[in-house]
């Protein structure tokens, strides 16, 4: 779309929200995202219509409060990044139509915007992220300071290491767990990566990994373009850490920080 100046965005913005369906977001998150879209839709280079931006935008916080408010400022920031930037290309409002770039800044966006106005008992504030970002720069800068400051919340943007067995789906690379009941978290947190269904555990079954430690298999199905899919997922539930990626063709839905 041609780049629109602050006066003729601000009459399109006010036209497109007529519409807004009913989604239960808190007021101070709609009341100040006219400034948030106007600099997004500068740094995503002008891809998506004014109408296109409010309905991600939308779309992307309502899934993030909706899924969890309660634990929304217990939640660790690459995790709520995560989400929303591996949810845009779902959205038919910004399907293909935004490069890695652009998806990160308007998943940051969101997640600053719908996390952040919680409160937070380190600091004993209460945020209201979305005023502080009102402009392209300020955007850049605080997202940069992130980067910067936390490297490792970033890391699902790198490219996945060559393994010589698939991640998740071989006895010899399971998914890490520090125990079963972060085994069966983490199963819980799996959807399909293309219509983000979620899996079913169907039976389980205890395997000897090649260094002599015991492994989880957990054959699950899920729904793929209808059709019911069956999968076997390893799983080591004597790890040091948790794994925080999915296998190839399903992604998180998020880590809860217990």
Known sequence: MPKLSREDFAKEFTRCIEFDP?????????????????????????????????????????????????IAWTVQENDRIRFPFAAIDHLPSSKGKLDNVEKLIFSFCAFYSACMIFYDDKTNTKYSGIKHLN??????????????????????????????????????????????RDSYLYLNRLITADEMNPVEILSQECCKGNNGGLIDCYNVSFLSGGIEKRASIYIDPYSTENSIIAPEGFMLLIDIAD
Do not use: H, M
Request: no cysteine.
């Open 22 to 70: 009913d989604i239960g977001l808190p007021r101070d998150i709609l009341d100040g995202r006219e400034a948030l879209l106007f600099a997004l839709n500068e740094l995503t280079d002008y891809k998506l219509t004014v109408l296109e931006l409010n309905q991600t935008f939308l779309a992307l916080t309502s899934l993030l409060l909706g899924k969890y408010p309660q």
């Open 135 to 180: 402009s392209s720069e300020e955007i850049l800068k605080r997202l940069q300071w992130a980067k910067s400051k936390y490297p490792e919340k970033f890391s699902f943007l790198e490219p996945k290491q060559e393994s010589p067995e698939p991640f998740g789906f071989s006895l010899n690379n399971p998914v890490k767990a520090v125990s079963i």
